[in-house]
T-cell receptor, first 114, second 112 residues
Framework: AQSVTQLGSHVSVSEGALVLLRCNYS??????LFWYVQYPNQGLQLLLK??????LVKGINGFEAEFKKSETSFHLTKPSAHMSDAAEYFC????????????FGTGTSLTVIP | DTEVTQTPKHLVMGMTNKKSLKCEQH?????MYWYKQKAKKPPELMFV???????INESVPSRFSPECPNSSLLNLHLHALQPEDSALYLC???????????FGPGTRLTVL
């Protein structure tokens, strides 16, 4: 089975500072990787995804992530945090062997300090 | 239309009530999912329907009963729930690999 690790269940950054949320996965085959954001009492919204091709992917709201196969990582970054970025962030993975299964990390709660 | 809709938004029920949650998508997706989510936790998979057939049941108690009347609709029937079943219930849909999941806004369920 797949496993997804998000280091740091809580991350705090100052407004305007770099956001870095970490995600590592285990997969013996090329994975498909996703970052979702969840605001309080809402559903999950896709920020960005990696399927094939360019390893640096850009998403919505200024976020981007880089797929590093050698490090089995897919860390999420944003150069300058905004107050509206405060939310819960989930990394997720699927692959061609998991069928309809979708594996989530444990989530990282991002706080932005004014 | 790239939206998954869920009704109701909020539901409060007693332990002896019977209620249903509804989910709808019009993206032509052939897989639909029910997840349960507790606060500050990732969604936990409950059921997966693929081509209108139940393909995954993650050992969910029988007080939760899923139904897929057609390819666009997914219901979750609730009966004799417990207070610990209070959570956000999320519906999602996907279409083939890479299995990107499109989520609805959820139903906030409170069991008294």
């Amino acid at each position: 089975a797949q496993s997804v690790t998000q280091l740091g269940s809580h991350v705090s950054v100052s407004e305007g500072a770099l956001v870095l949320l970490r995600c590592n996965y285990s997969s013996s085959v090329p994975p498909y990787l996703f970052w979702y954001v969840q605001y309080p009492n809402q559903g999950l919204q896709l920020l960005l995804k990696y399927t094939t091709g360019a390893t640096l992917v850009k998403g919505i709201n200024g976020f981007e992530a880089e797929f590093k196969k050698s490090e089995t990582s897919f860390h999420l970054t944003k150069p300058s945090a905004h107050m509206s970025d405060a939310a819960e962030y989930f990394c997720a993975v699927s692959d061609q062997n998991t069928g309809n299964q979708f594996y989530f990390g444990t989530g990282t709660s991002l706080t932005v300090i004014p | 239309d790239t939206e998954v809709t869920q009704t109701p938004k909020h539901l409060v029920m007693g332990m002896t009530n019977k209620k249903s949650l509804k989910c709808e998508q019009h993206m032509g997706h052939r897989a639909m999912y029910w997840y349960k989510q507790k606060a500050k936790k990732p969604p936990e998979l409950m059921f997966v329907y693929s081509y209108e057939k139940l393909s995954i049941n993650e050992s969910v108690p029988s007080r939760f009963s899923p139904e897929c009347p057609n390819s666009s609709l997914l219901n979750l029937h609730l009966h004799a729930l417990q207070p610990e079943d209070s959570a956000l219930y999320l519906c999602a849909s996907s279409q083939g690999l890479p299995n990107e999941q499109f989520f609805g806004p959820g139903t906030r369920l409170t069991v008294l």
